[in-house]
């Protein structure tokens, strides 16, 4: 299992994180996903299939891109 924190400035509250949460959890693979308004950060648990590229393609697609 992988896990990657991702800075995503453009969160500001716990709606952006919940809109995050549902769409990472649809990609095959991911098991956990963490978000924090505060912080900025998302932190995702993952094996294969899913990818850090796909994860990474996923959040800039819903206008959440990761730094």
């Known amino acids: 299992m992988e896990s990657k924190t991702f ?11 919940m809109s995050i949460k549902k769409e990472l959890s649809e990609i095959e693979g991911v098991s956990s996903i963490e978000g924090d308004p505060n912080s900025k950060e998302v932190t ?6 899913a990818t850090l590229e ?14």
């Not at 796909?54 to 730094?67: F, R, V």
Request: include cysteine; glycine fraction near 0%.
């Open 7 to 17: 800075s995503i400035p453009n969160i500001s509250c716990d709606h952006c994180v």
């Open 44 to 49: 995702v648990e993952y094996d294969a299939p």
């Open 54 to 67: 796909k994860l990474k393609s996923t959040l800039k697609d819903i206008n959440y891109p990761a730094e």
